[in-house]
């Protein structure tokens, strides 16, 4: 159980891992996330669902190395084993056939975006994706994203690949075109899904985003994935992930997300010291 099989690295500080675990490969479902401890004295994590295989029982997940647990992940090897996963998590993304979708990943999201944007071109629907990055390097997941969407646009912050931009100048001349769009779904960062939902409540259209708080259990018991969502107090774990776009209180969340910065900086100072002895 939870031994992984496969490690990729996708760009330059992103990694993907491919884990066995037959129940979770089973039940999980778009959207839906899993918890895990690396090891025993470790912190415990949330982390997206990219893909599964039922057949194969394997789990797919990508993240981005940024503080201490997902350092200690990265440097796991094939044949290790993941401590603990708990999942699947959160509700899944309403899937049926909206009609025109545009969905928009940034960075590390792409990975969340990807089983939602395949579930809802197998319900029939026509797909624009919208990928954004800081740069080439950043990019993650491009073929694949391709490979099952009606329309792909690239964004890259400094022009390295694609378009130069934000993700929100691409929906806009998306939404300038003049097709009906019948569903948004955004994922990334929190200040570009503000902003996507910004662009799309102008012209009120349907759209959600998959939220990303702080999380420890993942089941509704610690509250510290709070969040606003028009002005009522909900858990991201288990009344999200994924939420109405233009309820959520953004400027808390982005608060919210910078309480443990300076614990997280010393936790990784630390790991990085006790490496070096």
């Known amino acids: 159980?939870?031994?992984?099989?496969?490690?990729?690295?996708?760009?330059?500080?992103?990694?993907?891992?491919?884990?066995?675990?037959?129940?979770?490969?089973?039940?999980?479902?778009?959207?839906?996330?899993?918890?895990?401890?690396?090891?025993?004295?470790?912190?415990?994590?949330?982390?997206?669902?990219?893909?599964?295989?039922?057949?194969?029982?394997?789990?797919?997940?990508?993240?981005?190395?940024?503080?201490?647990?997902?350092?200690?992940?990265?440097?796991?090897?094939?044949?290790?084993?993941?401590?603990?996963?708990?999942?699947?998590?959160?509700?899944?993304?309403?899937?049926?056939?909206?009609?025109?979708?545009?969905?928009?990943?940034?960075?590390?999201?792409?990975?969340?975006?990807?089983?939602?944007?395949?579930?809802?071109?197998?319900?029939?629907?026509?797909?624009?994706?919208?990928?954004?990055?800081?740069?080439?390097?950043?990019?993650?997941?491009?073929?694949?994203?391709?490979?099952?969407?009606?329309e792909l646009i690239i964004i890259t912050d400094d022009g390295t690949a694609g378009i130069k931009g934000l993700v929100t100048d691409a929906l806009k001349e998306v939404i300038a075109r003049g097709d009906e769009i019948n569903y948004v779904y955004a994922v990334g960062p929190v200040i570009m899904m503000k902003f996507v939902a910004l662009t799309t409540k102008e012209d009120n259209i349907k759209t959600e985003v998959s939220l990303n708080p702080i999380m420890i259990d993942g089941t509704g018991m610690c509250g510290g994935c709070r969040v606003l969502i028009s002005g009522k107090e909900k858990f991201a774990c288990v009344h999200g992930p994924d939420f109405d776009a233009h309820q959520v209180d953004f400027d808390l969340l982005i608060q919210r997300l910078k309480m443990f910065k300076d614990k997280e900086h010393k936790s990784m100072e630390c790991h990085c010291k006790n490496k070096e002895k």
């Open 1 to 150: 159980m939870n031994k992984i099989i496969a490690k990729k690295k996708i760009s330059e500080d992103i990694i993907q891992l491919t884990f066995e675990n037959k129940e979770l490969a089973e039940a999980r479902k778009p959207g839906q996330f899993l918890i895990l401890r690396v090891h025993d004295k470790g912190e415990r994590i949330p982390l997206t669902i990219m893909d599964s295989d039922s057949i194969k029982d394997t789990i797919d997940i990508v993240f981005q190395v940024v503080g201490k647990t997902t350092t200690l992940l990265s440097e796991l090897k094939v044949d290790d084993k993941i401590l603990d996963v708990a999942g699947p998590l959160g509700n899944p993304t309403l899937i049926k056939n909206f009609g025109r979708c545009v969905l928009i990943g940034g960075g590390v999201g792409t990975a969340v975006l990807f089983p939602v944007l395949k579930a809802l071109k197998e319900a029939g629907n026509t797909v624009i994706a919208i990928i954004g990055a800081r740069n080439k390097d950043s990019l993650i997941l491009i073929e694949e994203v391709k490979a099952i969407s009606d």
